[in-house]
């Protein structure tokens, strides 16, 4: 196991081409309030939801590579797919817009909200986004074989126009597409490292980096980098949509692809990978109680909004996490905001609800 200094690692990491598009690092801040609320251990917050990029969130990290594959492919359009009120797909959207490149948006009704131009689906209509809403299998995150017959379809479409299309695969994720590269999980390599840096900075020992885990190349991109620069940081990815195993094993792949992209002489296994499924409630998209209350109990404690897709639920893994004993007192712990507050706005009805309860 060769394990990489810094510099070593980020020589690797400069020869994928990107864009710069996001005022790098992202805050790194200590929640005091929080972590004396909870009893310990130290919780600290890496504000990736300060990506300034369309609302910000981790996308944003991943479309800095993603959008100059697609401008050294000679694209015009993007066509990507996702849930409706997708954070995936609205930053895609505004990154192409800005490099004049044309988004074509493919978004399944995973779960039940209403189609109102709301949340991310008000801003999709505000960029012009050509939107497509088609109907979908509840609760699931769509993988290319899901919907490969679709993005033919539209290729072709695109084709016909004499126009060249790339296709970027759900969450910048798992190679497929026109994607050949794991570019969303590289830019988490990058992103592990920046963590490192700043903990350095401010004398920290990090132990966990927790965060929310849905297309998995965030965290199979923080794994890699820990593992490669030879780091002991536990990542938690805490699943919004599928079981444990089926998470697990779509991170190492993108992990391994990662690993083999970067030409890192590491391994990474999925037995490596920590996930927990326990809070994903009635499936993706759906919220709960639990998740409204963590989303009130952070903003009154420390003035930050979380999501209720993502970020919500990972919060609620974090406080539950902490009541069960799962950290010590003294841990470090980094809770990684990913973004997403725009779907705060399509859910008001069920989390004033909730709120009211
Ligand atoms: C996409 C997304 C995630 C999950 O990241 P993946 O790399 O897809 O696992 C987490 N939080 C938010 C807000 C997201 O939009």
Known sequence: MAVLSIPEIKKKIHTFPKKNLIPLPTPLQRLENLSQALGGPNIYIKRDDLTGLAFGGNKSRKLEFIIQDALDKNADVIITWAAVQSNWCLQTAAVAR?????????????????????????????LDAD????????????????????????????????????????????VGGSMEKPLGAISYVNAFIEILEQAEEQDLNINTILHATGSCSTQAGLAVGAKALGKDVHILGISVSDDKESVKEEVATIAQDTVQAMDLKISVKKEDMVVFDEYIGEGYGVMNKDVADALRFVSNQEGIFLDPVYTGKAMTALIDLIKKGFFKKEDNVIFLHTGGTPALFPNKFNLVDFLKK
């Open 98 to 126: 800005k490099f004049g490149i044309k988004p074509i948006l493919l978004l399944f009704k995973t779960y039940e909200l209403p189609e109102e131009y709301d949340g991310n689906l008000l801003l999709d209509f505000i």
């Open 131 to 174: 939107v497509r809403i088609r109907e979908a299998e509840a609760g699931k995150v769509l993988r290319l074989d899901d919907v490969r017959g679709i993005i033919e379809e539209v290729e072709n479409e695109v084709k016909e126009k004499g126009n060249t299309s790339y296709v970027a695969p759900i969450g910048g994720s798992m």
